[in-house]
Structures are given as C-alpha cells and as structure tokens.
C-alpha cells in the first residue's frame, strides 16, 4: 500500500499473524476463529515517522561489536522496596528494561505499581506514572489511600503516545508506568486503542524509549476471559518480563507469577495480602496457605511444591463419594483435570481400588494452581484416604511424581521441600525411595522412602 491509504487486513488475536483476508484457523498459531478485522494506514518502513519515533539522526549507521570487547557486568537494578516483587523480578528492577503485568480487573495491579511508584520516589528516583484510564483526582484519591508521596513523583494522564514519547524524553525519569497498554493510540495507526495494531505499535515505541533512554517501563496489560493478556501474542515476546497476577479478586491474598524474565528465574512467585492501606508482603507463604485447615478430617494432606526457587507447601483436598448416575463426576480445582484422572486410574489398576462408580473432587486450597508433577503423592494419598475415610495425620507431608506404572519418581530440589517442611512442625514426611537417604541428611523428621503405590498404600494399612 502507498503511504496515507487506508486498507483493510485481518489479525490473530492470538499470534498476531497478518492477512488480506479471513481465515477459520490461523497459519501461525494454529487456533480457530481468531482473526479479527482492522483497518490500518500503512508507513514506510524506516520513513521520517520511524526516525522521529525513535529519536535517531538519519544517515546514522549501525556498528556491530566484537562480543570480546564488550565489558561483563551486571545489569543496574533498583529496588523497588517490595521484597516479594523484587523476588519475582530477580532482584529489582533492571535499568533500560520493559515489564509486562498482566491480571484480571480489580486484582491490583495499579495498586501495587502506585506502591511501587512511592517507595522509588521516596528513595529519590524520579518516577513518572502515566494513565489512560483514570483522571487526576481519582488516582490522587488512591494515592492518599496508601501513603505520602514526595514531588519526585510526576502523573501524567494521555492516551497519545507521541505527546507521551516527547514528555518521556524531556523529562527524562528513570522509571515510567503505563496503565494500560490497551488504551495508548498512535495516530499513525488508523485501528481503535486496544486492537492488535495498535497494541503492537504502541508497545514497540515503548521498547525504543526503554532500550534507548534507559528509563525502566512497567506496562499494564488486560487479560482476556482465558486469564491471559489480551492482544496479541508477540506483546510478550517484546518485553523483557511477563507477570501475571492470580486469585480471587474477593478474597484478601494476590499471587504475583513470573512467566517470562530474561534477568532472572521464571516461576517466582510473590504472595501479597490485599488490607486498607494497599498490598502487603506475606513473608511467610507456606504458613499462610496452610491457616484453616480442618483438623481430623479424612482427604486432606499437605503437599510441598517448588514456585521457582521457593518451596511451598499446600493442603490438597480430595473428596471420594458413590456416584448415583451411570458415568461418575470428575472435577478439579488448582490441577489438571486430566492429571487426576489419570492418578485415579493408576490407582484402580495397580492396587485394586474400585473408583470406576465413584464420584471425585479435587481441590487446592489458597487459590493456588499448580502444574508440577510433584504433588501426584499428594494427590493419591488424599484420594486414598477419602476413598477410605481414614484421617491421616496432621504433622504428615508428602510429595513425589507418580508414573503410569505406579511408581513413585524422583523430584527436584528434594532437601529444600523437606527443610521447608521441617521449618513448619511437621513430623513425618513421604518422599520418592531414590530420594530418601539424601533427604534424612541433617533433617530431623521422619523421611519415608516409596517407590510404588503399593508400598504407600501398605504404609497406610499399618
């Protein structure tokens, strides 16, 4: 297309991929009904917007370096005064770099970015908070909610990028916060704010900002019905860390999830409690997920997970009942559902118990959801005991990947799960056999070492 035309091309919300035309399943991603159509004005690539966008002379030619004389040191991080967020971040955040934080509505995410906006500006870090979706007043109201603020922190309200680009590069902060990347618009994108163009586009001129001012910009982004950030897909690859915020929006504790950090470990998990004045830290998060639990209550037991490089111990709830309809109901809450069915049918061929007439629920409580194989043990030990109406005890933790043929395999990072149950009082601790002699290594609980579900079941019947 020649430059000012208009035009009509169809997008993935998925992927991003581009066509002329309308598609039932996208080439790219290879999901159905994802397409959406847009009318956009094409630009020359590399033109006279491009150079002004991004702020370079031109005639300016790019240089490659020898990767040996490029200096080795480590990358500027600032603290953001959140222990749990600088946990999930990898210590800070890095100098230059462009963070995503993505959740459902109401969840905080503003909240805890207006937290993180004060305690930089009160360490004397200029910090520019920009917002497409309140006004002045409204965020100073919630402001007041959460402390004082000192004059290093600036609030900006504009949905323009090019009026936003400008005031980034005058008043040079050296961190800035978008809230959200859905309502910015670049009027050399013909497509409404929050279509994949436009979020495409905008996000680009962001990452040109970051990488080339060295100004740390944190971006909020909506997530569709799915749980994952609307737009498309590439939005992610763009940035330098994706973050996502879990929980029930009416319950008092927010989960903080690292699903992309090129400056640290992924899977990092902050845990923060939603109170009057604003998030605050939950240090101890075991402790935490754990509080409540019934006492001398069949189908309950406490499994220990790994969040990155932090262990973490949940009760898991299982409830094992005759069904009164020809096909049985399975339903999951926090894991797979096909991983317990799967369990449930280990369990009936290799120690006989009759579950093919029985109805199953599963539940992991603290609104946590776990992918990791580690918390199979957990699992059928919980099924077990419900199927059996036997209570176990309380003091008792387990953890272990259960394979199709009933064994019970090794885990990852075995002494730091039993040091973390240890740390909470518990007695007894079921882990993988292979795993045993390395956990009773300065461990002053009982480590029970299985290698099948035959050898748990008959530790059960003693």
């Avoid at 927010?254 to 998990?269: A, D, H, Y």
């Avoid at 999951?332 to 061929?349: H, I, S």
């Avoid at 002699?437 to 609980?445: A, H, L, M, P, W």
Wanted: net charge neutral.
């Amino acid at each position: 297309m020649t430059k000012g035309k208009n035009g009509t091309v169809f997008f993935c919300q998925n992927c991003g991929y581009e066509s002329a035309k309308w598609m039932g399943q996208c080439p790219g991603c290879r999901e159905w009904n994802t397409f959406v159509e847009e009318t956009v004005r094409k630009q020359p690539y590399g033109g006279q917007d491009a150079g002004r966008r991004t702020g370079q002379a031109r005639g300016m030619k790019a240089v490659p370096s020898a990767l040996s004389e490029i200096p080795a040191g480590s990358e500027n991080r600032i603290s953001t005064g959140i222990g749990e967020l600088d946990r999930v971040l990898g210590g800070g955040i890095v100098q230059g770099s462009l963070t995503l934080i993505g959740g459902d509505p109401g969840i905080g995410k503003s909240t805890l970015l207006l937290q993180v906006c004060r305690n930089l500006s009160a360490e004397g870090h200029k910090v520019l908070y920009i917002s497409g979706e309140e006004s002045l007043p409204q965020i100073k109201m919630r402001a007041d909610r959460i402390g004082q603020f000192t004059d290093r922190m600036l609030l900006l309200c504009e949905t323009d990028l090019d009026e936003i680009a400008e005031v980034i590069r005058s008043q040079r902060p050296e961190a800035v916060v978008i809230d959200s990347i859905q309502t910015m618009y670049n009027e050399n994108v013909s497509a409404a704010p929050g279509s994949v163009s436009q979020v495409r586009e905008s996000t680009g001129i962001l990452l040109q900002l970051a990488k080339g001012l060295g100004v740390s910009v944190l971006i909020v982004g909506h997530v569709t019905k799915e749980g994952t950030v609307a737009g498309p897909r590439v939005l992610e690859h763009m940035v330098d860390a994706v973050l996502y915020f879990e929980g029930d929006r009416y319950a008092s504790y927010r989960i903080l999830r690292g699903v992309k950090n090129r400056f640290g470990s992924t899977n990092e998990i902050g845990v923060f409690e939603m109170q009057e004045r604003g998030l605050t830290e939950v240090l101890n998060a075991s402790e935490y997920m754990l509080n409540g639990r019934p006492e001398d209550a069949s189908g309950s037991v406490v499994a220990c997970t790994m969040e990155g490089t932090r262990p973490l111990l949940v009760e898991i709830q299982a409830l094992v009942c005759q069904s009164n309809f020809g096909i049985p109901r399975r339903q999951t809450t926090g894991m797979d559902f096909n991983r317990v069915n799967l369990l449930m049918a280990v369990l009936e061929k290799r120690s006989g118990m009759q579950l093919a007439s029985c109805d199953a629920y599963v539940n992991i409580t603290g609104g946590m959801k776990i992918q990791e194989p580690a918390v199979d043990l957990g699992v059928v030990l919980a099924v077990v005991s419900s199927f059996k109406n036997q209570v176990l005890s309380p003091k008792l933790a387990a953890f272990g990947e259960v394979g199709l043929s009933g064994e019970v395999r090794a885990v990852s990072q075995a002494r730091q799960r039993v040091a973390e149950a240890e740390k909470l009082g518990f007695e007894t601790c079921i882990v993988p056999y292979v795993c045993a002699e390395d956990c009773r290594k300065n461990s002053g609980i009982e480590i029970i070492g299985v290698r099948t579900v035959q050898e748990v079941m008959g530790w059960l019947r003693e």
